[in-house]
């Protein structure tokens, strides 16, 4: 089984060509974010940055929700920003789609520290997939807590268990400053037939302990900015 190239710009080029063209969702739609945004405070006139957001329609759901003051969406993948924008131009005039790319060194200086929070459902995880991953990680979180306010927070969901995200969100694998203050939690996914064909699915939220053994879980990083 080939293993897809989730770090190379081609494969989503391709991909938001094919069959997932037209939305989808990383690790859990809006009534998963949610409970996530009640626990770190979140209020509804806040600024909302999506990184690597691709064909999510999760800043749609929080508008339709009452986050409306301003919510910008950023991928590099040119073709997918401007189909997500077109389907919000109107209806939807709050949210921003444009092309950028998270691990751009020179991302931080189109974007000011205003916003309260980023979102991430994936992103982070497919920068591990790639190559010169220390670096990009590095950036990465460079730029992010340049477009945070003070006290903003960085909302990490991912596939990795904190023995592979932990040293990379504090810097010790890069070498790195310690831009941030993580708390790690941890929910289940649902089963297959319900992330297939839907119906009743319980998010059970637990705090992560190290030494304990998560099966078919998701892994939520909270990391509020320091400095």
Known sequence: ??????????????????????????????STVKPFLKRIGGKKDMNVLHIGCGNSTLAEEMH?????????????VESVMKKMQKRSVESRPEIKYDTM????????????????LVIDKGCLDTVVCGTDVNENV???????WSCLAVNGTLLVFSYGPP????????????????LFNVKVMVFKKPSLKV?????????SIQNYEEGQHYENSYFVYICRKLG
């Not at 339709?64 to 991928?75: A, I, K, L, P």
């Open 101 to 116: 790319d998270i691990t751009d060194s020179a991302f931080k200086s189109h974007i000011d520290s205003s916003f309260q």
């Open 64 to 76: 339709e929700d009452g986050y409306r003051n301003n919510q910008f969406c950023v991928d590099f």
């Open 138 to 144: 590095s950036t990465m979180l460079s730029n992010v």
């Open 1 to 30: 089984m080939t293993i897809p190239s989730y770090g190379e710009k081609a494969y989503w080029e391709q991909r938001y060509k094919g069959a997932d063209a037209d939305t989808f969702e990383w690790y859990g739609d809006w």
């Open 163 to 178: 023995e592979e995200r932990l040293a990379l969100l504090d810097g010790q694998a890069t070498n790195k400053e310690h």
């Open 195 to 203: 992330a297939l064909e839907g119906g009743d699915y319980e998010l």
